[in-house]
């Protein structure tokens, strides 16, 4: 499965989240540090939702840029 993830510039690292995994989350002083925590958070995340009986959530998150003139 592939999910949309966001990346966001915090103070001093950075932060994402993935918008179909409510919850999971992950921190990284890269974005390159941050997308492999995220990728690892996932999986962490799909295996608790598999030991706890849950649905996996089929992503459905699409991302894309807009140029805005200004």
């Avoid at 958070?41 to 996996?56: K, M, N, S």
Wanted: proline share 6%; aromatic share 8%; charged share 25%.
């Amino acid at each position: 499965m592939r999910y949309a993830i966001v990346i966001e510039k915090a103070e001093g690292n950075y932060s994402a989240y993935a918008p179909d995994l409510p919850g999971c989350v992950a921190t990284g002083a890269t974005i390159a540090e941050t997308e492999l925590r995220m990728q690892e958070a996932i999986v962490f995340h799909l295996e608790g939702l598999r030991e706890d009986g849950a649905a996996i959530p089929v992503p459905s998150s699409r991302v894309e840029y807009i140029e805005v003139a200004g």
